[in-house]
């Protein structure tokens, strides 16, 4: 056998060698003695890379290679599949080690070949087997294919230069064979079994040219007892019914590699991803990596950089526990390479971008140092070498210094930083320090909880823990204590939520008002116990807990919106990001790319849609219990959400109708009272009309359609809630007029047939959603009807018996002050707002926009129209009175206060009634 040197001497005589290439090849052959013995023993596999190093071995290279060889027998198939890995694996280490290649060039192209190698291999093995058998055909007489499916860095994209590959073996559906002249039929099973062991054997076996993969099978159904192939109906029974955990975790990188992919998919997904937030993932890969720290403590292999602490595992754990919890949900979590994971993380704010970095560059630095560790003997190993030679071959292979010791130990230290890195990140991610236990500071409330203490004992220390009612407080423990639905709780449940509920106890009475807030926790805990899942979430992340308790303390609308919406627990995680102002174009983006990624699947789009929305109220209202908004601040986030969601929602619509007859709709959504004005509270309801501007003869029927939908979409009450609920009679001649109006019919309806009242509400409305020239032909024709001219004594007699017409069909308490509708209230200071403007509008354009009543109070302050100070306090009074019906909102209490606490602002309404209306009208009864 020729030596390297001597190889190249030889072949230097015939063949001009750059200095660049000579010294590459050099560099190769040091870093690996495989890659030497290979160029030693075939001059060709030289001559190839000298021709070819500049560029990286493409699929289509792969494929020219076998398409020109002659395969006739599995033995040619075998020396050519082994000659093809030669050159590839060469080319791939050459420019790897001379910088010419990055890592995802390097697993790019491995990952390639065994696709490429699997693909072949299972088209020549399936043909020449049914040249025995007959086609495999299903009992309807479909012709059958071997599925492929590559699990682990092969379904990842992520090969190693010399790992393993991780297969499955499938079939679609049970049957037999055609037979050959009537004989040799055997069943579906037996046949792609026979072809299984082929792919195998062929790729597996080592020959005199070497290996292509080693194989394993084991993630199989059953491992290593199972069958080696299984039709499709025997796995969807099996993960349906024997699945484990560790099972999940792996189909994570499953992925169809040769085949059909389709049924695969649709089979395996709901097993592998929840529909839910699956936070028992989290001790789930917790436990698996403790058995893994065990295995690798037993064997001695705390040197490995995949399996030891610090490694390349834990990275993908960390990426992966994100997909598990997340990806049932979150169809963009659904990806397989690792990097690209992160990424994905740190861009949905789920991983900081500094953790990111780091475990990025660790990521890389410990696959580009496992790559070398394989290509100094081709073998399969992560450990770090023992021997001087191998640490300063590796050491130059990582372009660490060149002085043997000095090398090493630069390369360990640089190691060392990256594990410990990487240790930490995976603890913080999968800390169970923080888990609930029965610490000492809770003995108190678990002997409470658990009933170890004597009724009086119990009694005497919920008391002085802060409970007024400690025996109501005392009973209700007991009831849930012995309850079927506590009873019945799966083990696992059971004991986490006998770990939760000494620190609810702990932390309600920490409440102002204790018994109300165990009372309202203990409900949503009974709603939510039968999903392990989220019992799993507050227990591992007991400051979500914590903000749990304080937001059922403050409102019970609160607890029952979090009772009725429990996924919403998932968004008490990052309180950084809970109390964050929202960016609302962002928000759109990702409501807009939700309901793609769910195209063709309304009632999923529905549900998204809905878990989106009460995911941002709950965001709102966590700031709003925080004393971190203003009502005002509060009313314009939640008209912004509406305005987005309007808009979001007419796309998605409108791109699911047949009938449509045209791309983009003409069409346009106005926004009338609350939304008209962003003075939306958490449960009020969407004031809108439909416009159209559009001459095309289907136009009238198709919006009508189409406002049907929109109206339908909004109004449906589907597993996750209802949307919002709309009010259409704001529109021409309300709920006996048209469905729809075009902007030409709108502008004569509201010149010539509108009532007063349809003027008074058009001060309040704009444009919210749909197509944006619509919606400023809109704003021309509101201030046109605003600023047109008036008889003001008829506009006022006009608005003053309008007002009595509602203040007469209230039913209002001697006792109580009704803050909407009583005399000096709410509406009062709207109907005086309305009126100034449509009376003095033509003469000052400016109070044609919509600016909200407090802004608009200052502005006719500011023109004269009413006394500034004047205006000033009734803008105060506005302000109050809604903080107070926001107040009684929360509480679910109606909007109505005693008399003596808004005396003051309901005489500042009634003076300024009296200043606008006259002296005689409207006065309180």
């Not at 809604?882 to 929360?890: E, F, G, N």
């Amino acid at each position: 056998m020729l030596t390297l040197d001597n190889l190249l001497s030889e072949n230097h005589a015939t063949t001009s060698f750059s200095v660049s290439f000579t010294a590459g090849i050099k560099r190769l052959a040091e870093c690996s003695l495989f890659a030497a013995r290979l160029l030693s023993k075939d001059a060709a596999l030289l001559a190839d890379l000298l021709q070819n190093h500049q560029q990286l071995y493409a699929v289509a290279d792969m494929q020219q290679f076998l398409g020109s060889a002659k395969i006739s027998d599995e033995n040619s198939l075998k020396k050519i599949l082994r000659q093809l890995r030669q050159r590839i694996i060469l080319r791939t280490m050459y420019r790897d080690l001379n910088g010419l290649a990055d890592l995802n060039e390097v697993v790019t192209t491995i990952t390639n070949l065994a696709e490429v190698a699997l693909i072949t291999t299972a088209e020549h093995h399936q043909k020449w087997l049914e040249a025995i058998y007959g086609k495999p055909l299903s009992e309807e007489g479909v012709h059958q294919n071997l599925i492929i499916i590559g699990m682990g860095k092969l379904g990842g994209g992520e090969l190693n230069v010399s790992s393993d590959i991780d297969l499955i073996f499938a079939y679609e559906e049970e049957g037999e064979t055609q037979g050959i002249l009537g004989e040799n039929a055997i069943s579906n099973q037996d046949f792609f079994t026979k072809l299984g062991k082929k792919v195998i054997s062929a790729l597996d076996e080592v020959t005199e040219d070497g290996f292509v993969f080693r194989v394993d099978m084991r993630l199989r159904p059953f491992g290593s007892e199972g069958v080696l192939v299984s039709n499709l109906d025997a796995l969807e029974d099996y993960y349906q019914n024997n699945g484990r955990e560790w099972e999940r975790y792996a189909w994570i990188k499953g992925r169809v590699v040769a085949g059909p992919a389709a049924s695969i998919n649709k089979l395996l997904k709901p097993f592998i991803f929840r529909k839910y937030l699956d936070f028992n993932a989290l001790a789930s890969m917790r436990d698996l990596k403790l058995q893994i720290h065990r295995d690798v403590t037993q064997k001695g292999q705390q040197d490995n950089i995949k399996l030891g602490r610090g490694g390349i595992r834990e990275i993908e754990f960390i990426a992966q526990v994100f997909q598990l919890i997340r990806g049932g949900q979150d169809a963009s979590l659904q990806i397989k390479p690792t990097l690209e994971v992160l990424r994905l993380l740190k861009k949905k704010g789920l991983l900081q971008e500094n953790v990111v970095k780091e475990l990025t560059e660790a990521y890389i630095f410990l696959r580009n140092l496992e790559h070398r560790l394989m290509y100094m003997e081709d073998q399969q190993t992560q450990d770090l070498p023992k021997s001087d030679e191998a640490k300063a071959r590796i050491a130059k292979a990582m372009n660490f210094a060149q002085d043997e010791s000095k090398g090493w130990n630069a390369l360990l230290s640089q190691l060392n930083v990256h594990r410990q890195r990487v240790a930490a990140h995976f603890d913080a991610t999968f800390n169970d320090k923080n888990q609930l236990d029965d610490i000492p500071e809770n003995l108190t409330e678990t002997a409470i909880w658990q009933g170890s203490f004597e009724k009086e004992t119990a009694l005497k220390a919920l008391y002085k823990a802060g409970f007024c009612d400690a025996e109501q407080t005392f009973m209700r423990l007991h009831m849930l204590r012995n309850s079927n639905r506590y009873q019945q709780l799966p083990e696992l449940s059971r004991q986490r939520f006998d770990r939760l509920m000494p620190l609810v106890i702990r932390q309600s009475a920490l409440t102002k008002n204790a018994d109300v807030a165990l009372l309202r926790t203990i409900i949503l805990l009974e709603n939510i116990c039968r999903r392990a899942s989220y019992l799993a979430l507050l227990a591992e992340f007991p400051e979500a807990l914590h903000l749990v308790i304080q937001l059922c303390a403050a409102s019970p609308w609160l607890a029952q919106y979090l009772t009725a919406h429990p996924v919403l627990l998932d968004e008490l995680l990052d309180t950084q990001t809970l109390y964050a102002a929202p960016d609302f174009a962002k928000l759109q983006a990702e409501l807009s790319k939700k309901m793609q990624d769910l195209q063709n699947d309304t009632e999923a789009q529905m549900d998204a849609m809905r878990h989106f929305k009460h995911a941002a109220v709950l965001r709102f209202a966590a700031q709003d219990v925080a004393g971190r908004l203003k009502l005002e601040t509060l009313s314009d986030y939640l008209s912004a959400l509406a305005d987005l969601i309007l808009q979001v929602s007419l796309q998605v619509i409108w791109q699911s109708l047949k009938f449509k007859h045209r791309e983009t709709p003409k069409f346009a959504v106005i926004g009338y009272g609350k939304l008209g004005g962003k003075e939306l509270g958490y449960v009020s309801d969407l004031d809108i009309i439909f416009l159209y501007d559009d001459e095309h003869e289907n136009a009238a029927e198709n919006y009508a359609r189409f406002a049907q939908r929109i109206n339908g979409w909004f109004n449906s009450l589907t597993s996750a809630g209802l949307l919002y609920e709309t009010d259409l009679q704001l529109r021409p001649d309300g709920n006996s007029g048209l469905l729809v109006s075009s902007v030409a019919a709108f502008r004569d309806y509201q010149l010539h047939k509108a009532w007063v009242w349809e003027h008074q509400a058009i001060t309040r409305a704009r444009f919210v959603a749909g197509d944006a020239n619509i919606g400023k032909v809109f704003d021309t024709i509101r201030i046109e009807v605003i600023a047109q001219p008036r008889d003001a004594q008829k506009l006022k007699t006009e608005v003053i018996a309008m007002r009595e017409k509602m203040r007469t069909a209230q039913r209002l308490s001697v006792d109580l002050f009704d803050i909407k509708h009583s005399v000096g209230g709410i509406i009062d200071v709207e109907f005086i707002v309305q009126y100034l403007v449509l009376a003095h509008a033509r003469k000052y354009p400016q109070l044609t926009e919509n600016i909200g009543n407090i802004g608009l109070l200052g502005m006719l302050g500011e023109l004269k129209i009413i006394d500034k100070k004047l205006a000033k306090k009734a803008a105060d009074a506005y302000r109050e009175y809604r903080k107070l019906i926001h107040a009684t909102k929360l509480q679910e209490q109606a909007a109505k206060v005693k008399l003596i606490e808004v005396r003051q602002y309901q005489n500042v309404v009634i003076t300024l009634w009296k200043d606008v209306f006259g002296n005689d009208l409207a006065t309180p009864a």
